[in-house]
Each structure stands twice: as structure tokens, then as C-alpha cells.
């Protein structure tokens, strides 16, 4: 069965630059969410969608920001990286969002 | 804000040993308390949750216990074995936030 895709898996990126990473949920998931995950600590929430609207958001800048589609997949965008941004992407599917949530394999973002 | 606090960092066990791990949460209403694993350059994988009106839940070697009153829970993992070793994350998510609250980690170390 297919789960949760991400993509790019890997993506290098200079500061100032702009990157826009994108999941598909698992088929019959309406809700996505999106992590940060820096190397040696838990993923950190950024956002959470369900039908399309934004039901959820984390203490991340203005700079992050996400998006979801009829087809419920979704992105995330990140304007004027910033070396700090250099993280793992996580994004996961769950039903309504409330409920079990199910991880992507991450996109892993380097800024130089 | 929320917080989830996350003990031991970092713990060795002897395999067939067992392996305990504690999560403390801050958030009284939180009513859904996931545990991930999440083995090197993997993605984290859902291997037992509990929601708040469960004491105790059990799955083969693996179980988690919840205590509202003091506001933690634990993963009990026993007959540990190698493949058990991993990072280990606990998570707690409350009503209308939308967002889980991931602990720091635990990395498990089971010794053969």
C-alpha cells in the first residue's frame, strides 16, 4: 500500500534562497501536517491542514508557509532561507487530524 | 505553552531486558498520547498509542500506561531485543490545537 511520499529527499539550498517541499497524503487521508525535525531532537510542528484550510500553526516565522490542494496533497514553502532552517521536512497524514498520524520519509533540506 | 518533557535521554539495556520511558505533559486537556520509534535516517513509525479514557494499553512487548492525575505516561517495552534500538518518541495532542507535542527523544540501546 502506498503511504505517505515526500519530495525532494534530499535539497541544498543557500541562504536568501526560497525552497517549496512537497507530500502526498495516504489515499483517503484528508488532513496533512508538517514537522521540522533538527538532527537530535523531536520533530517540531509547524502546521496542520484538513480540506484544504489551515486548522493549526506553530512558532515558526511568517517565512514558513503551506498550502493544500483538492487532492488534499500539499506544500510548504520557506522563503529567505536562513542556516537554521537546514532541518529534516516532515510531513504526516492522518484521516481528520486528530487521530493517528502517519509519517513521510522526510525531505531532508541543507542550507548553505 | 504545551511542553513534553522526556526521560532518560539516552538508555541502555541488556537484550531481554526490559525498557521503560517516561513523558511528562503540561497540557491538562491533552486526550491522545502517541509513541514513535524512529531508527537511524528513517522516518518515525506509530507502534502504540493511548487515548485519555485508557488507563493501560498493550500490544505484544510493547505497552503504555497513562496517568492523569500526575499528568505522565510511560512506554514499557519488555523481552527487548536488538532490533528494538532506536530513537523513541513520545508525543501529546489536546483538543482543538491540532498540533502533537513531540518529547526530545530516548535513544535505546539494546546490547546483545
Known amino acids: 500500500d502506498a503511504g505517505v511520499t515526500q519530495s525532494p529527499t534530499h535539497l541544498i539550498k543557500t541562504r536568501g534562497q526560497h525552497v517549496t517541499l512537497r507530500c502526498s497524503p495516504i489515499?483517503?487521508?484528508?488532513?496533512v501536517s508538517w514537522y521540522q525535525q533538527v538532527l537530535g531532537q523531536g520533530p517540531q510542528f509547524i502546521f496542520q491542514?484538513?480540506?484544504?484550510?489551515?486548522?493549526g500553526r506553530g512558532n515558526f516565522p511568517d517565512r514558513f508557509s503551506a498550502r493544500q490542494f483538492p487532492n488534499y496533497s500539499s506544500e510548504l514553502n520557506v522563503n529567505a532561507l536562513l542556516l537554521g532552517d537546514s532541518a529534516l521536512y516532515l510531513c504526516?497524514?492522518?484521516?481528520?487530524?486528530?487521530?493517528?498520524?502517519?509519517f513521510g520519509p522526510g525531505t531532508r533540506l541543507t542550507v548553505l | 505553552g504545551e511542553n513534553v518533557e522526556q526521560h532518560p535521554s539516552t538508555l541502555s539495556v541488556q537484550e531481554g531486558d526490559s525498557a521503560v520511558i517516561k513523558c511528562t505533559y503540561s497540557?491538562?486537556?491533552?486526550?491522545?498520547f502517541p509513541w514513535y520509534k524512529q531508527e537511524l535516517g528513517k522516518r518515525p513509525q506509530l507502534i502504540i498509542d493511548i487515548r485519555s479514557n485508557v488507563g493501560e494499553k498493550k500490544d505484544q512487548r510493547i505497552a503504555v500506561t497513562l496517568n492523569k492525575t500526575a499528568k505522565h505516561f510511560s512506554l514499557h517495552i519488555t523481552e527487548t531485543q536488538p532490533e528494538d534500538s532506536a530513537v523513541y518518541f513520545c508525543?501529546?495532542?489536546?483538543?482543538?490545537?491540532?498540533?502533537?507535542?513531540f518529547g526530545t527523544g530516548t535513544r535505546l540501546k539494546v546490547l546483545a
Open positions: 497540557d491538562s486537556a491533552s486526550n491522545y
Open positions: 508525543a501529546a495532542t489536546s483538543p482543538g490545537t491540532y498540533k502533537y507535542i
Open positions: 489515499s483517503g487521508h484528508k488532513s
Open positions: 491542514y484538513y480540506e484544504k484550510e489551515e486548522r
Open positions: 504526516a497524514s492522518s484521516f481528520q487530524g486528530m487521530d493517528e498520524q502517519f
